[in-house]
């Protein structure tokens, strides 16, 4: 919800940039103070971080490809003095150069990329081993300075304050090669890089937590229930709270597959007391 000293930027007026009601409804509501609200790409816009801070809450959010008049303007700059090589030599990679795949959607050979040169070591590292696939990420964070209130004028982003370059390699198992992928991150908090990055990661809880498994192991995306579509949701969402409350640790597909072969775990779930 915009305030009528900082209106939202022309760029911003499309409906696809447009947020709906219901999100800045829910903005308005929602416990936000001393908080750190994380949002996709979509939702940076001036409505939504204005909304944010208004509420005494804190914004933090990517900036992808698709928004490629703002990675073309000075706020890439900041990231880009931690991966641009210098004249002394640049920081090691953490994988050799001959096992990074080449650019998607490019035809470049396999070899020195001079690019993926850090002028300096990240900030941030973490190695996580999950669904598949090992995952490095390295962050470079630095202080917004000047390119805040330029990002104020421009898009009506508020009170931005650091600047992150984030880079994920992948490798997935029974591949060869890793994948890189590079992504810009602002937001209105000071943090230690290790919080920055934790935050980052954070992001995902909810997907990796409840989408994830309603579309993996609940075959959501199957059932095309429409018109009880809510109430099925709502049914699935219970089913995996109550696995996860009173079978810990227990994998949901083999956990589904214990209580059909024995239906007195059910039996016993629906006498349970309902806690708030």
């Known amino acids: 919800m915009a305030s009528n000293s900082s209106p939202i930027p022309r ?5 696809n940039a447009r947020p709906s009601a219901a999100l800045l409804a829910l903005l ?10 994380s949002m996709d790409a979509g939702f940076l816009n001036a409505a939504v971080t204005q909304t ?3 509420e005494h809450g804190n914004c933090l959010g990517g900036v992808k490809g698709d928004q490629a008049e703002c990675r073309r303007s000075s706020m890439t ?3 880009r003095r931690c991966f641009s090589p210098p004249d002394t030599p640049p920081a090691p990679l953490p994988v ?26 990240p900030d941030a590292q973490t190695i996580e081993q999950s669904r598949g696939r090992l995952e490095i990420r390295e962050l470079w964070v630095v202080d917004a300075g000047d390119v805040g209130p330029s990002l104020m004028t421009a898009y009506g982003w508020r009170q931005v304050t650091q600047i992150g370059g984030l880079r994920r390699w992948c490798r997935r198992r029974h591949a060869d090669l890793w994948t890189v992928e590079e992504v810009t991150v602002v937001s209105s908090r000071q943090r230690t890089p290790a919080q920055f990055l934790a935050s980052i990661r954070n992001h995902w809880t909810i997907e990796n937590q409840v989408h994830r498994p309603r579309d993996g192991s609940m075959q959501e995306d199957r059932l095309h229930g429409r018109a009880i579509g809510v109430i099925l949701a709502v049914c699935r969402n219970v089913v995996i709270n109550l696995i996860r409350r009173h079978l810990p640790g227990r994998y949901i597909p083999t956990a589904r597959h214990a209580i059909t072969t024995d239906l007195g775990i059910a039996l016993r779930w629906m006498h349970l007391p309902l806690r708030n």
């Open 52 to 54: 944010i801070v208004q």
């Open 11 to 15: 760029g911003w007026r499309s409906p």
């Open 96 to 121: 050799a150069l001959d096992q990074i795949a080449p650019p998607r959607r490019k035809r470049q050979p396999i070899g020195f990329r001079r690019e993926l040169q850090p002028r300096r070591a």
């Open 28 to 37: 308005t509501e929602a416990p936000l103070d001393g908080r750190m609200v």
């Open 77 to 79: 700059g900041s990231p």
